[in-house]
T-cell receptor, first 109, second 113 residues
Framework: GQNIDQPTEMTATEGAIVQINCTYQ??????LFWYQQHAGEAPTFLSY??LDGLEEKGRFSSFLSRSKGYSYLLLKELQMKDSASYLC??????????WGAGTKLIIKP | IAGITQAPTSQILAAGRRMTLRCTQD?????MYWYRQDLGLGLRLIHY???????GKGEVPDGYSVSRANTDDFPLTLASAVPSQTSVYFC????????????FGPGTRLTVL
């Protein structure tokens, strides 16, 4: 079956670094997406990885290991506005997204 | 540019009633999607459309129907609502199919009693 696993909730301190992990099992693989979703709002795109390695985009970076079925999202210099849920989604061979339940990130001052 | 709009924002519906959720995009995107989001679960694809005039079934299509008469609009209809269809519904669109980024509307919160 197809499955995306990520932690339910994480807590971090303002100014710190946090890593949100995601493991995936999909029928075929066409890349891994990360989205951010603030409470009561729509998901918004953060990153897409299809090749192994680290993609850096400002304070956010995303890593992929295809051989391990593993990805992580790294958030640096945390700000209070980063409090949100982070959704991991794998794209299968039919180009459909399989979504994890999301990781709720709580930032404390 | 509004992007994607959805209506209504929220709705309380009696079981057995028919309901259409509206979705309109102004980005001229070819592909559109309907998802539902339930607490503790990931987004689940209900139906999709790769281009105007075509539709397909996603992971959880039962009890829902869609149409795609033109590029901009992609309504989702619940023919006879049941309480298990209580959820937050998101419409999304992408320029093409495949790995193009999906952009989401603000969502419709639906409660079926």
């Amino acid at each position: 079956g197809q499955n995306i696993d990520q932690p339910t909730e994480m807590t971090a301190t303002e100014g710190a670094i946090v890593q949100i992990n995601c493991t995936y099992q999909t029928s075929g693989f066409n890349g891994l997406f990360w989205y951010q979703q603030h409470a009561g709002e729509a998901p918004t795109f953060l990153s897409y990885n299809v090749l192994d390695g680290l993609e850096e985009k400002g304070r956010f970076s995303s890593f992929l290991s295809r051989s391990k079925g593993y990805s992580y999202l790294l958030l640096k210099e945390l700000q209070m506005k980063d409090s949100a849920s982070y959704l991991c989604a794998g794209m299968d061979s039919n180009y459909q997204l399989i979504w994890g339940a999301g990781t709720k990130l709580i930032i404390k001052p | 540019i509004a992007g994607i709009t959805q209506a209504p924002t929220s709705q309380i519906l009696a079981a057995g009633r028919r309901m259409t959720l509206r979705c309109t995009q102004d980005m001229r995107h070819n592909a559109m999607y309907w998802y539902r989001q339930d607490l503790g679960l990931g987004l689940r694809l209900i139906h999709y459309s790769n281009t105007a005039g075509t539709t397909g079934k996603g992971e959880v299509p039962d009890g829902y129907s869609v149409s795609r008469a033109n590029t901009d609009d992609f309504p989702l209809t619940l023919a006879s609502a049941v309480p298990s269809q209580t959820s937050v519904y998101f419409c999304a669109s992408s320029d093409g199919v495949g790995t193009d980024t999906q952009y989401f509307g603000p969502g419709t919160r639906l409660t079926v009693l």
